[in-house]
């Protein structure tokens, strides 16, 4: 157990809709880190969050948003869904998410199935 | 990080036997290389990290390696268990980004 928790672990949903993803990070993990693990892309990066404020975007869609609360959960918002959207969707965090490199603590994901 | 290639995509080895899987990258930016390994249903747990400044690190029967000249670090597996079939990834960042560029896995079979 990393000590990363995500919910929900799965999602059934239909296109045009618009779903909530849900991670609280470890105790005392500042960074927030969103991935996105599909059969062709492999896992890619979306977006990171330190102690509230956005600090890197990556391959993340217009149609995708997130944010990072006072008590430091995370949420990912994902809407006008399409078939694609359909993967696994990891959360990771790390003490500080800046300076030196830290290891990235990964929770065990939401499985979002559009259909 | 921008690119990271992954070899082999599968692997299967005789419990005992080693294990090795390869990367290579293209940044030379990149500056900390770390392995997950990831079980079926599960999130990737990390199981050793290199940085830039080493070129060797280990921890029991599991290994890795840097060359930072040709951009390729390895990740070696030795006296190999069922317990270690999953799938590897390896990943990379650079300075001031903290995101990982993952390369595309590895699925390990260890036959018994």
């Known amino acids: 157990d990393s000590g990363v928790t995500q919910t929900p672990k799965h999602l059934i949903t239909a296109t045009g809709q618009r779903v909530t993803l849900r991670c609280s990070p470890r105790?005392?993990?500042?960074?927030v880190y969103w991935y996105q693990q599909s059969l062709d892309q492999g896992l890619q990066f979306l977006i990171q969050?330190?102690?509230?404020?956005?600090?890197a975007k990556g391959n993340i869609l217009e149609r995708f948003s997130a944010q990072q609360f006072p008590d430091l959960h995370s949420e990912l918002n994902l809407s006008s869904l399409e078939l694609g959207d359909s993967a696994l969707y990891f959360c990771?965090?790390?003490?500080?998410?800046?300076?030196?490199?830290?290891?990235?603590?990964f929770g065990p994901g939401t499985r979002l199935l559009v259909l | 990080g921008e690119n990271v290639e992954q070899h082999p995509s599968t692997l299967s080895v005789q419990e005992g036997d080693s294990a090795v899987i390869k990367c290579t990258y293209s940044?030379?930016?990149?500056?900390?290389f770390p392995w997950y390994k990831q079980e079926l249903g599960k999130g990737p747990q990390l199981i050793i990290d290199?940085?830039?400044?080493?070129g060797e690190k280990k921890d029991q029967r599991i290994a890795v390696t840097l060359n930072k000249t040709a951009k390729h670090f390895s990740l070696h597996i030795t006296e190999t268990q069922p317990e270690d079939s999953a799938v590897y990834f390896c990943?990379?960042?650079?300075?001031?980004?903290?995101?990982?560029?993952f390369g595309k896995g590895t699925k390990l079979s260890v036959i018994p």
């Open positions: 990771a965090s790390s003490v500080r998410g800046q300076g030196n490199q830290e290891t990235q603590y």
């Open positions: 105790s005392g993990d500042l960074s």
């Open positions: 969050y330190y102690n509230g404020e956005e600090r």
């Open positions: 940044d030379s930016a990149s500056n900390y």
């Open positions: 290199i940085r830039s400044n080493v």
């Open positions: 990943a990379e960042s650079g300075a001031g980004s903290y995101q990982l560029t």
